[in-house]
């Protein structure tokens, strides 16, 4: 008779676009044992009204601003409650972190000489980031406005454009500027559709995005990874078994695409 396996815990992931992907932190999360419930609100999908039956949630990125007055904006903003309120593993990446920190009162905006970030940029962890972990020289950001600190959170990382590049809030409330979950699939796909952007001032041409990458990509990953096991650990290694997660059965591509039917390739996963 075949052993009952039982149901392994998910982790909420919240995207804005109908081909937008988790990248490499939807597969670390895959890899650590958890599954993958992907919602797009802007498409319409609701956000539960309780993550009991989740071990934590990721608030992407989009083209969006955190300032809009779209219907989903608010609804998403305001939802945010829900893992603060039951102190469940929060993560906002870029948009994500905006919303958390409107949510909490920051404020967000553009920069006051009209500057962004987008391409590879200097980042230095605080006395209280590096009390946590080692934090990557350079990452990659794409955004062209920032936010405050929110009252109350704790500042982890920092540059001196967009002061306010990571910072946590209470326990188990995360949020970062700049993008670790692009894989070279993604970045270059972003730097075709993006490529209006790169007269903007402090933008980087699209070549240094891609070279850039062949210099920083690994520190950036090598630190993604220990962030997010730092956040949401893993069932795993709480139990003290090995990962067997076959990441093809998730119909899901590091790519950029969820897809039916998907055999991973070497090519998908740099």
């Avoid at 920051?106 to 972990?133: Q, S």
């Avoid at 540059?159 to 993604?186: C, K, S």
């Avoid at 139990?239 to 998907?262: I, T, W």
């Amino acid at each position: 008779m075949q052993r009952a396996t039982s149901p392994k815990p998910k982790i909420l992931i919240v995207l804005h676009q109908e081909n937008s992907s988790p990248g490499r932190v939807g597969h670390m999360l895959l890899e650590e044992g958890f599954d993958l419930d992907i919602r797009r609100p802007p498409l319409g999908d609701a956000l539960p009204e309780t993550l009991d039956g989740h071990a934590g949630a990721v608030v992407f990125g989009g083209p969006m601003s955190a300032n809009d007055e779209d219907e989903f904006v608010r609804r998403e903003t305001n939802w945010l409650e829900v893992p603060l309120r039951e102190n469940r593993p929060l993560l906002g990446i870029c948009l994500g972190a905006q919303m958390l920190a409107n949510h909490l009162g920051g404020k967000v905006e553009g920069h006051g000489e009209g500057l962004v970030e987008i391409g590879w940029y200097p980042l230095k962890g605080t006395e209280a980031g590096r009390k946590l972990m080692h934090w990557p020289e350079m990452v990659y950001q794409f955004h062209r406005e920032g936010f405050s600190l929110p009252s109350d959170a704790t500042l982890l990382a920092t540059n001196e454009t967009y002061p306010n590049q990571a910072f946590r809030y209470r326990d188990n409330a995360w949020g970062i500027q700049f993008h670790g979950e692009l894989t070279r699939v993604m970045m270059q796909r972003w730097v075709v559709r993006g490529a209006h952007r790169f007269e903007l001032p402090g933008a980087q041409p699209g070549r240094d995005h891609l070279g850039g990458r062949l210099i920083w990509d690994m520190h950036l990953k090598r630190w993604l990874d220990e962030f997010l096991r730092m956040i949401f650990g893993g069932p795993a290694a709480r139990q003290g078994r090995p990962v067997a997660a076959n990441v093809a059965d998730h119909r899901f591509s590091e790519c950029g695409n969820y897809s039916e039917n998907l055999t991973l390739t070497p090519r998908c996963r740099k």
